[in-house]
Each structure stands twice: as C-alpha cells, then as structure tokens.
C-alpha cells in the first residue's frame, strides 16, 4: 500500500502532463495550419502556450468554426438549378445598363465574391420604416397561392407580429406551403417565443442552429442575421427590418426604430429565394424544388442585381470585400447609411482611399444607440477618418437600423449587413448589389432626408468630450472584435 501511495500522484502528474500536452499540442497545430490571419494566429498560440488547457477549451468554443464545412456540403448537395450557378440564368440578362458597364470592375469583382449570377430586369422599391415594409409583407402573404418562405432574426409575437402569425396561418388552411426560420438566438428577445405559437396555429417553423448545451457553446457566436422572405417565388422581400412593434412608428411602440426594407420582383428574387433554402436545408434536411419554389419569372424592371451571402461558412468575408471593392470604383461621392460604426481594416482604408482621391465621403450613423458600447466605441474610429476629410453625421432619435451604401448615383448595396465585425465575419447575413440611376436617387433621397434631420460629428466636438468620456470609449474600444 505505501507503494503505491508513493507512485499513484507521480502517475497522475505525467498523465495530466501527458492531456496538457496533447490537448495544447492539437490545439497549436490547428491554429499553424488553419488560421489565415497572422494576428489571430499569434493571440491564440500565447493563450494556449500560457495556459494550456484552458486556452486549448477556449479556442475550441470560439477560435474554430465548425460549420465551415457544413456550409460547404449543404451548398454542394443542392442541384445547379436550385444553387443559381453562374450562367444558369444568363440568358435572362439584358444588354447591360449604362451603370454597369460604368463599373466594370466592380462587376468583376462581385461576380468572383458571390456565387451567384449578375441578372437583370428587376425592380426594387423602397419601403420606409416598418409603417410601410411589414403591412406590405403582410398583404403579399394574404395574396399567397403556392408558397411563403420567410426568414428573420427576430420575430415578436404580439402587435404586427401576432398579425404575421395569423396571415400565415390563414396561408397554411389555404394549402399554401409555408416555411418560417427564425435565428435561435433571435428568439430570445421577446417572450413567449413565436416557434411555439406558430407550430400551434400549424405553421412548419424552425430555429436556425438550435444547438444545446455543448453544441450551443460551439456555435453561440454565430447567427442568421438574414431578413428574407419570399411568395410565391416571385416577389421577395429583403433589408434590415425585423419582425417587430417598434418598427410601426405611426402606432408610438415604446421602443421606436427606424429602417429601411425592400420590395422586389425579377430574376433576382431566384437567388433570394436560393439563400432561403440554403438555409432551410442546413436546418432541417429539406429541399425545397420545383415551380412552387422556383417559378420561371419575368423581368419587369432595370436593375441590375446579384445577391450577395456571407457569413462563418465562407472565409473569405466576401461582403468586407465587396463593400471595399465599391469604395475604391468610387469616383464622385459615397453615401453610407449604417447603425453599427466599426469597419474593419479593408473598408477603413477603403473609405480614406476614397478622401485621398478626392471622392465626398459622408457617412449617417445614429445619435441614439441601442447598444450603447457600439457607439462609445465608434467614436474612437472617427479621428483619422474626420482628419482626412470624411463628413460623419448622426442622426436625430429614434434609433435608426437603416444599412445602405450609395456609390455616384449609379450602385447601392441594401440588405442586412451592418458594418462591424458581427455582422462581416460571424453573421449569416444577404445583401443586394444593385446598378440602377433610379434607384440610387431615391435612395439618394433616403439619404438626405436622415441627413436634414442630423448633427455633424468633428474635430472640435470630439475634442470637447470630457476625459471620462475619452476613457470610456476607448476601454469599449477594446471589445470591438465582440461586438
């Protein structure tokens, strides 16, 4: 017995050795292998080299994505039809618009980021504000016959929500086919949740990534923050506003938000609807097919689009690269509409490219945050853009959600990406890259009329902040890879 007394804690010791440098050992050489992004790479090697199993556990649960190949297999099991391959619908293109022969290279450069296909003959219609966008889509699933698919982050059942709810469950008893998905995260914002008061009323809804206990761990950074819907698979509906009584601003909700959302028709709303089943196959195995889900459709406009995904399946964050391809095509002038302020390293010497070269920058974010870290943060990324020329306003209150991008009255970018590191490396998020003149005088217009209503940000009023001030916003500084 005093035998082993004597051995047994040297054995435990070099088995516990033994774990510490196998786990820090595989977690080491996964970051050599895989992490593409030197910085990264070096904070994640000191972690595990300081503290082995631990930092080994942490990088497990937030340094590897796991669904990268995930995405990759759902999207390859899809037929070429239901993907939107490049030239699967070329036929449907036009003579090219003036705008974009106008931007060659950014056409170029969209068609390697997205795999999907510049169409023409669409029209997108501008939806102010909830006011607008959610009756909207509420009369387009009235008038459903064949289909609705509907994704959102965030869908409250109570107000315009419990209307939602109601509609589709009228669509369903008229044997339409309905498919609801809803962020798992996003359901957490209101209670009760609405999966539970849609299965009930027999709509077939799910939960985007409703992992427990381990696997919520591995995947709790991650969303779908797409707002898509789609009837009929002909009219489509896509931008920044979620499913909620704080977007009906003419009913005074307690907690008022501004946004813009879109209405669109044409060839485009194949790959919105593309994007939907990407996702519904990833949650629940299903394939949505045939001409229920993918009529062939007409072309009733001009606007020159493609959809542009991205998110943790695609490292190649093609909507940062996107929105920086624009800024350098840039000629005249670029108009940014944005809630969340934290550009990433490409866009922010995208946007000080576009100052040097002579271009008027001016950029709307809200004076009144819902997170109010995002915007102490912000305002630390002012300075260098502000010195160089950039106009940075922000708007009077209530909170504006509003996202779009503006380039020489010729290009817009809509949809739902903000511009922070949430929304461009770990969010699923959908966005529009539209060329149309008309377009982009109305969102133009859009624009202008934020602006009447904002104050500009400078030098001098940055400088006026109190230390207190200063210091509190460069701690928040800090967390801006989490925000």
Same mark, same amino acid.
């Given at each position: 017995m005093s035998f082993l007394h004597h051995y047994l804690p040297t054995v435990w010791h070099w088995a516990l050795f033994l774990l510490e440098v196998v786990v820090a050992g595989g977690a080491?050489? %996964?970051? *050599?292998l895989r992490k593409n992004d030197p910085r990264a790479a070096a904070y994640w090697v000191a972690l595990i080299a300081l503290v082995p199993v631990l930092g080994a556990v942490l990088y497990l649960l937030l340094g590897i994505n796991i669904i990268r190949r995930s995405g990759r297999r759902y999207r390859e099991a899809m037929s070429p039809?239901?993907? &939107?391959?490049? &030239? /699967? !619908?070329? %036929?449907?293109l036009p003579e090219w618009e003036t705008e974009v022969q106008a931007m060659p290279g950014l056409v170029k450069s969209l068609d390697t980021l997205?795999?999907?296909?510049? !169409?023409g003959g669409n029209t997108v219609e501008i939806l102010r504000d909830g006011t607008e966008a959610l009756p909207a889509m509420l009369e387009a699933i009235e008038a459903a016959r064949q289909s609705v698919s509907l994704l959102s982050y965030i869908f409250e059942i109570k107000g315009i929500g419990m209307r939602f709810a109601e509609a589709l469950e009228r669509a369903v008893k008229r044997g339409v086919e309905v498919r609801v998905m809803i962020d798992d995260a996003g359901t957490r914002y209101a209670w009760p949740p609405v999966t539970g008061e849609l299965s009930r009323r027999g709509v077939t809804v799910r939960r985007f990534m409703p992992n427990r206990f381990i696997g919520r761990l591995l995947t709790m950074n991650l969303r779908n923050h797409r707002k898509l819907m789609v009837v009929d698979g002909r009219v489509g509906f896509t931008g920044g506003i979620n499913i909620r009584q704080g977007n009906m601003l003419r009913e005074r909700p307690a907690h008022p938000v501004q946004d813009l959302h879109f209405r669109v028709r044409g060839p485009v709303v194949r790959q919105m609807q593309q994007m939907f089943g990407e996702d519904w196959q990833f949650c629940t195995g299903e394939v949505l097919k045939g001409e229920?889900? /993918?009529?062939?459709?007409?072309m009733p406009g001009d606007v020159s689009a493609i959809g542009l995904p991205g998110g943790p399946d695609d490292d190649t964050q093609p909507i940062a690269f996107a929105i920086a391809t624009a800024l350098h095509e840039a000629k005249r002038e670029v108009r940014v509409i944005t809630p969340y302020f934290l550009p990433t390293e490409p866009i922010f010497s995208a946007? *000080?490219?576009?100052?040097?070269? &002579? !271009?008027k920058v001016r950029i709307i974010v809200p004076s009144q945050n819902n997170i109010p870290l995002v915007k102490w943060a912000s305002r630390t990324s002012y300075v260098p853009l502000l010195k160089r020329g950039c106009h940075i306003f922000e708007s009077a209150p209530p909170f504006d959600h509003s996202k779009a991008l503006i380039i020489d009255g010729a290009f817009s970018l809509i949809g739902s990406t903000n511009w922070d590191p949430r929304s461009l490396?770990?969010?699923f998020e959908f966005n529009l890259a539209c060329f149309d003149d008309v377009l982009a005088r109305k969102l133009t217009a859009e624009f202008d009329r934020k602006l009447a209503r904002s104050s500009e940000v400078t030098l001098e009023t940055l400088a006026a902040q109190s230390p207190a001030e200063r210091l509190r916003n460069g701690i928040a500084r800090l967390f801006i890879p989490l925000l």
């Open positions: 080491l050489l %996964h970051v *050599i039809e239901e993907r &939107g391959l490049p &030239g /699967y !619908v070329s %036929h449907l997205s795999r999907m296909s510049l !169409v229920r889900w /993918y009529p062939e459709l007409d946007l *000080i490219s576009c100052v040097l070269r &002579g !271009v490396q770990l969010n």
